[in-house]
């Protein structure tokens, strides 16, 4: 696609729940990052994606998230019984290959745990 | 270890007054990345400009322009004449060479240009 796409744009989940976040890169993107955005906050990186492989999962909190690739494109970030503090906006971003050329982001998704 | 300091949290000019954002940076590495981005209230970070720590040259885009200083840790963003479409927030982001290149961000400017 043109651009990076994130589904569902929003989700409202009770505590507890599992929930899947999807994220589509830009066609030919090999590098994908998640990163989470708190109210108020610059968004914090939780994973990286070079191919299918997770590369750098040092930034998820805990063992109830989880993210896969398992093509090299589509990714999908689950999270499992979740909590109230896990609300936020998770974006995704997608590079072009190894070098450091700049990272475009998608919509995000904004998890409200209620 | 890698920070990013954005001290400004709010910011309000009226349009056509000048304005520019701060972004000082801490790392240990000598070869690295700064990055602004752009976020709308639609949500999706908008990518403005990346510089790399080698080039310390200004760069001047539009109404945008950007000032990296080593000596001074820091990456300014100044937006000339002002409007309202320029109401966002923005963010300063560091990346390290090599390994992830991920970014780390500052706690962003929230800019708001009134008509």
């Known amino acids: 696609g043109a651009g990076v796409s994130q589904t569902p744009s929003n989700k409202v989940t009770e505590k507890g729940k599992y929930v899947e976040l999807r994220c589509d890169p830009i066609?030919?993107?090999?590098?994908l990052y998640w990163y989470r955005q708190s109210l108020g906050q610059g968004p914090e990186f939780l994973i990286y994606?070079?191919?299918?492989?997770?590369?750098?999962d040092s930034g998820l909190p805990n063992d109830r998230f989880f993210a896969v690739r398992p093509e090299g494109s589509v990714s999908t970030l689950k999270i499992q019984r979740t909590e109230r503090g896990d609300s936020a906006v998770y974006l995704c971003?997608?590079?072009?290959?190894?070098?450091?050329?700049?990272?475009?982001f998608g919509q995000g998704t904004r998890l409200t745990v209620v | 270890a890698q920070k990013v300091t954005q001290a400004q949290t709010e910011i309000s000019v009226v349009e056509k007054e000048d304005v520019t954002l701060d972004c000082v940076y801490e790392?240990?590495?000598?070869?690295?990345?700064l990055f602004w981005y752009k976020q709308p209230p639609s949500g999706e970070l908008v990518f403005l400009i990346r510089?790399?720590?080698?080039?310390?040259q200004n760069e001047i885009s539009g109404r945008y322009s950007w000032n990296f200083q080593k000596s001074t840790s820091s990456f300014n963003f100044t937006i000339t004449a002002s409007q309202v479409v320029d109401s966002a927030v923005y963010f300063c982001?560091?990346?390290?060479?090599?390994?992830?290149?991920?970014?780390?961000f500052g706690t962003g400017t929230r800019l708001k240009v009134l008509a």
């Open positions: 971003a997608s590079r072009l290959g190894l070098m450091n050329t700049e990272a475009f």
């Open positions: 066609s030919g993107h090999t590098a």
């Open positions: 994606f070079q191919g299918t492989g997770a590369a750098d």
């Open positions: 790392t240990r590495d000598t070869t690295y990345y």
């Open positions: 510089r790399n720590s080698f080039d310390e």
């Open positions: 982001a560091l990346s390290e060479s090599g390994g992830t290149y991920k970014y780390i």
